[in-house]
């Protein structure tokens, strides 16, 4: 069994500068921005000097094991992370599509989806369901899945 687990998201995407880029590039293809590789590679010497230092001085025989949405933006967010790890202790990376973001229905129309999020904040942001997308509760029940199976 892991000793930890981390949970790390993406670095800054273009996405998170300007949202009209949801309009016209599909989700899983939102790049990160040069900001965000910057972040995933200081994110990446912290993680690293976290848990060796974590191990303490008598063992230096941790490892690591990524898991990675296949989104294009935490795929090079991993990329630029794993840049501050040893080959030898990183022991395995995983691409599951479990631990992707919550889906907002395909391409957005910007004055659509200010509507859609004011509905959302009427409703409950946990249940609200995007029309085309999922709510955050089928997030949880989508991401809790993965924990349950791959512990069985």
Not at 5 to 29: C, F, M, W
Not at 49 to 78: A, E, H, K, M
Not at 87 to 105: A, L, M, P, T, W
């Amino acid at each position: 069994m892991p000793k930890r687990i981390i949970l790390v998201r993406h670095g800054e995407s273009q996405g998170n500068l300007d949202t009209a880029a949801y309009t016209h590039i599909p989700d899983h293809k939102i790049p990160l921005t040069e900001a965000g590789r910057a972040q995933a590679r200081e994110t990446g010497a912290q993680l690293r000097d976290l848990i060796s230092s974590d191990c303490g001085n008598s063992t230096n025989t941790w490892r690591v094991y990524f898991y990675v949405s296949p989104y294009d933006r935490t795929r090079s967010t991993l990329r630029e992370i794993g840049k501050a790890f040893d080959r030898k202790r990183i022991i395995g990376v995983r691409e599951e599509c479990r631990v992707r973001e919550q889906d907002f229905g395909n391409f957005q129309v910007a004055e659509r989806m200010k509507v859609i999020k004011e509905s959302r904040e009427r409703f409950g942001r946990f249940f609200f369901r995007f029309p085309e997308g999922e709510s955050a509760a089928d997030v949880f029940d989508r991401v809790s899945s993965m924990f349950l199976f791959s512990s069985a």
